[in-house]
């Protein structure tokens, strides 16, 4: 079997001592930009890496899981994922490699003409397929950090956990993917590293559509975008796609995504996001019920 050898010897390193210093959370020197995440959590934009702080065990997940996408990346040569520079799980920070010449998934679709953006789309899904092919890693399966077992759920496997189209991005000048991200979705309740492969499919398709009031980068035809990268995975992992799963998969995370007790302001602007959201679910039913 081809476990990723590299795995094993990341987990066990430690942060060299100038790149500790370089992420030492007392010093922000060298930092450009700190954002503020969901859940209070911080990102720190540095000139040529990035700086993820979040809980020990967020940061745990996130770690385990892209040493695990890093060698499906390598073995597929089908997207790359920023390296780990330094890191410390239990402090809870990541410093990443920072990929400063890619943009989003978003804005490269609102900007590229349809039948670039429809080519676009397909690679995406092909790297996803190769994601939800991958074999278990069985250091990451017997980690404490992973709070599901494979054992249990026979049709599940590696997700990305929150495939978004702000979370994949695209280098026009090395025409190459950039997956980032893996930590997972704060709205899905659980951390997920392995799990059911249409929550990947569903926040992809859920997040082509969502538009927020006052938002730059609107995606052109999401219905079309949505079909180039739903054929595309059916045809890569045929045995793994599930239209009924699908349509589901899509209505319990709009419903989760909707729901909930959040401040007037959020609900403001979700109540703005709803109509882009419920056509999501119109497209997929449409799509599902053509197949
Ligand atoms: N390695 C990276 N290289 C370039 N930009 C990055 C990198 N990591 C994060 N970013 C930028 O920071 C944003 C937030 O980072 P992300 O890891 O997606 O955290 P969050 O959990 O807050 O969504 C991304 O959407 C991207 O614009
Ligand atoms: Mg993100």
Redesign the pocket.
Do not use: M
């Given at each position: 079997m081809n476990w990723p050898t590299v795995t094993h010897d990341l987990v066990h390193c430690e942060p060299t001592s100038q790149s500790s210093r370089a992420v030492s959370p007392m010093s922000a020197s060298g930092t450009n930009l700190i954002?503020s995440?969901?859940g209070g959590s911080r990102?720190e934009?540095r000139d040529h890496t990035?700086v993820?702080h979040d809980s020990s065990a967020n940061a745990a997940i996130e770690f385990l899981k892209t040493l695990q996408a890093r060698a499906i990346a390598d073995r597929t040569g089908l997207f790359r994922v920023?390296a780990i520079i330094a890191h410390d799980t239990a402090a809870g920070w990541i410093e990443?490699?920072?990929?400063?010449d890619?943009t989003?998934l978003q804005r490269t679709l609102a900007t590229i003409d349809k039948r670039k953006a429809a080519v676009i789309m397909r690679r995406v899904a092909r790297a996803l397929a190769a994601i939800h092919r991958s074999q278990t890693d069985p250091y990451i399966a017997r980690s404490p950090a992973n709070d599901n077992t494979l054992a249990d759920h026979p049709a599940w496997n590696f997700v990305h956990g929150?495939f978004c189209v702000?979370?994949v991005?695209y280098s026009t000048a090395h025409d190459e993917l950039?997956l980032?991200?893996w930590?997972s979705a704060p709205w899905l309740e659980k951390t997920y590293v392995y799990g059911p492969p249409h929550i990947d499919l569903a926040v992809m398709v859920i997040s082509l559509f969502l538009r927020r009031p006052f938002e730059a980068d609107r995606i052109p035809a999401p219905a079309v975008m949505m079909r180039e990268f739903l054929r595309s995975y059916c045809n890569d992992a045929e045995s793994k796609f599930d239209p009924n799963e699908l349509r589901q998969c899509v209505s319990w995370l709009l419903s989760r995504i909707f729901s909930g007790s959040r401040s007037t302001e959020n609900r403001v602007r979700l109540i703005a996001c709803y109509p882009s959201a419920w056509s999501a679910q119109r497209a997929v039913d449409k799509f599902v019920t053509e197949l």
């Open positions: 954002l995440r969901v990102l934009l990035v993820k920023p990443f490699e920072r990929i400063s890619a989003s929150d702000t979370n991005l950039v980032i991200d930590s």
